[in-house]
């Protein structure tokens, strides 16, 4: 199935492209003539899932979106102090090429403006052989997944032609900020400034600043969470220069854009973002750039204040209703129908906050859905908050699963997706318990490929499956000791703490069983139906009854009397033999499933 975030992006990359305003950047003659229809967007996650449109593999050079990640590597080196001692962390106000040097002292206002970003690059050590220049090149691949390159005919002609820089590193020198020769650090600075990188590139440096550091990909620790604290931080304040303050209230994320075309944009712990466009508008960065960083903000409520609390992974588990039967008593034949299919109806626990990553990880799960799934539940009961743009994308997945043959269904509790759903054109079932929205998922699947297997709505006590093992006649003759009783809904059948009364087979409906939970809430434990039993847990003692159970709709009851239990024991000890052994199965059973749920919980 195709993912919805992928049609979304499809749609804002056709509405921008439309978009013709700014030039290229041409004060560097190598890339005056560059195509200013060339338009990238690639969203990569914390965790490396990438998605991208257009332009996204074709390479331009990194220019300033270098800075933010030479100025980690200098921190890394050097330790904070050292580095505030040479360069501040103040917004500056100015361009990216102003002289905005401290008075006195001559410490450029921070690492994104041009004398900053020189500073930065004088403090990076060459080590183990390796030249200041490789060691920032190497970091460069690192955190992009793969060996970057640089242009050496941009670099010529940077050098050639980048007379403010030079003379900003000879000023810098004048102060003791750089404290050697300015020549190396110059041709290392254009050198960083001419590495060539795709949009896809640099998503996926930006996803590694997202992910603390850690490329998603490789696994690799390309720098410690201090260094990346900082410079997301400077990034925040500083990244957009003159335009910070706007980018900040509109896009709400940190930034970092290059007059080679390209911006990235990082939201801590989910995801980062890159778009690639040439043409630029008067602060030096992409107008397509800041059109779709601004528009994917507020579509998708990337603002850090917005998306603030990431909470725990949203998707908590998935996995196919085998593993998590309902607990309805079926027929051999049914149940081995049931676990051939199992298959074919997936549950997709969800938990936390559902903002855009965690609405993400739900939309990537049902997209990669094999193509033998037939039946979808997603279960919202530990969801705590649902985002706007989680509700959007839940009505796109609801129609791209419709449009691919699925059906749909939902555990929620309070009800308020669901309902959303259907207000906005996409009706869909709503259980109050996932065992009911399986036990929907089995007659599904039954009705699909075993009609002849489903089970009636109506079983009598002869015909229950947990008496099966005693044989027909043992049973109907159990079954003449029993009384017919009718409950209607919210009827309490037995409740907490009352003696046992006897066995209750279900004939048609549902009963609802509770126990009190750790706050004095009652908490539902399953949803029984025809053909099952309750009542048995104080079978043959004293004990008192540890649930209440509940008519959930109409129901149809009948009871063997404890009275007759214990004359059976006394006068008929082997069919009271019977009786027992034939229950306890009927309870492993249910024991066995019960199991199998709670191996889905550990196991996450």
Same mark, same amino acid.
């Given at each position: ?318 996995? $196919?209703? !085998? ?9 051999? +034949?049914? *149940? @081995?129908? %049931?676990?051939? &299919?199992? /298959? ?58 419709? $449009?691919? !043959? ?9 009800? +308020?997706? *669901? @309902?959303? %759903?259907?207000? &906005?054109? /996409? ?178």
């Amino acid at each position: 199935m195709d993912s919805p975030i992928e049609h979304y992006l499809q749609r804002i990359h056709a509405e921008i492209s439309d978009l013709k305003d700014g030039k290229p950047y041409s004060s560097i003659p190598a890339m005056a003539n560059v195509d200013p229809n060339r338009f990238g967007i690639v969203l990569a996650t914390a965790d490396g899932y990438v998605y991208e449109v257009g332009d996204t593999r074709e390479e331009f050079s990194i220019q300033s979106i270098s800075k933010p990640f030479t100025y980690g590597l200098a921190l890394a080196d050097r330790g904070m102090d050292d580095v505030d001692a040479k360069v501040d962390v103040e917004p500056s106000g100015d361009s990216f090429n102003e002289i905005s040097l401290a008075e006195g002292t001559g410490r450029p206002a921070n690492a994104m403006i041009n004398a900053g970003a020189l500073t930065a690059t004088s403090l990076v050590r060459g080590s183990g052989g390796n030249s200041r220049f490789k060691r920032i090149l190497n970091t460069y691949s690192a955190f992009a997944g793969r060996q970057l390159s640089v242009s050496e005919r941009i670099y010529q002609s940077e050098l050639k032609y980048g007379h403010r820089n030079h003379a900003l590193a000879y000023l810098l020198r004048s102060f003791d900020i750089i404290e050697s020769d300015p020549t190396p650090v110059i041709e290392d600075y254009f050198r960083q400034c001419s590495v060539m990188v795709t949009a896809l590139d640099l998503a996926m440096m930006a996803a590694t600043l997202a992910n603390s550091g850690r490329n998603p990909l490789s696994n690799e620790q390309v720098l410690d969470i201090a260094p990346v604290e900082r410079v997301l931080s400077v990034m925040a304040t500083c990244g957009m220069y003159d335009d910070a303050g706007a980018w900040m209230s509109s896009v709400g994320m940190p930034a970092k854009s290059g007059v080679g075309g390209g911006t990235i944009a990082v939201l801590p712990g989910q995801i980062g973002l890159a778009v690639y466009s040439p043409p630029l508008d008067a602060h030096g960065s992409s107008v397509r750039g800041v059109a779709v960083s601004q528009r994917l903000s507020h579509d998708l409520e990337l603002h850090f204040v917005r998306a603030g609390r990431t909470g725990r992974s949203a998707l908590r588990a998935a996995y $196919d209703i !085998g593993t998590t039967p309902s607990g309805i008593r079926r027929s051999e +034949d049914a *149940a @081995a129908l %049931l676990r051939a &299919n199992a /298959h074919r109806a997936r549950v997709l626990e969800l938990n936390g906050d559902l903002l855009f990553a965690g609405a993400e990880a739900m939309v990537r799960e049902l997209s990669s859905l094999q193509d033998d799934v037939e039946l979808v539940v997603l279960d919202l009961r530990s969801v705590d908050e649902v985002s706007g743009v989680a509700l959007r994308m839940f009505a796109e997945a609801a129609q791209m699963l419709t $449009d691919s !043959g699925r059906a749909l269904a939902m555990v929620d509790t309070v009800g +308020d997706v *669901a @309902a959303d %759903l259907t207000r &906005n054109g /996409h009706p869909v079932l709503a259980f109050g318990t996932r065992s009911a929205a399986v036990e929907w998922c089995e007659d599904e699947l039954l009705r699909r490929y075993g009609a002849d297997l489903i089970q009636p709505e109506r079983i009598l006590p002869a015909d229950s499956p947990a008496l099966a093992p005693l044989g027909q006649e043992a049973a109907e003759d159990l079954a003449g000791r029993m009384e017919e009783l009718s409950y209607a809904d919210g009827d309490v059948i037995r409740r907490i703490g009352q003696r046992f009364s006897g066995v209750y087979f279900i004939s048609s409906g549902y009963v609802q069983t509770l126990m009190p939970g750790p706050d004095g809430q009652r908490v539902k434990l399953n949803r029984l139906g025809a053909g099952m039993t309750f009542g048995e847990m104080a079978l043959g003692d004293d004990k008192r009854q540890e649930t209440t159970v509940k008519a959930d709709g109409e129901v149809q009851v009948w009871r063997l009397p404890a009275e007759e239990i214990a004359r059976m024991e006394a006068d008929e000890p082997r069919l009271a033999m019977a009786f027992w052994r034939a229950l306890t199965q009927d309870a492993y059973t249910r024991v066995e499933q019960y199991l199998r749920e709670t191996a889905v919980r550990v196991q996450d």
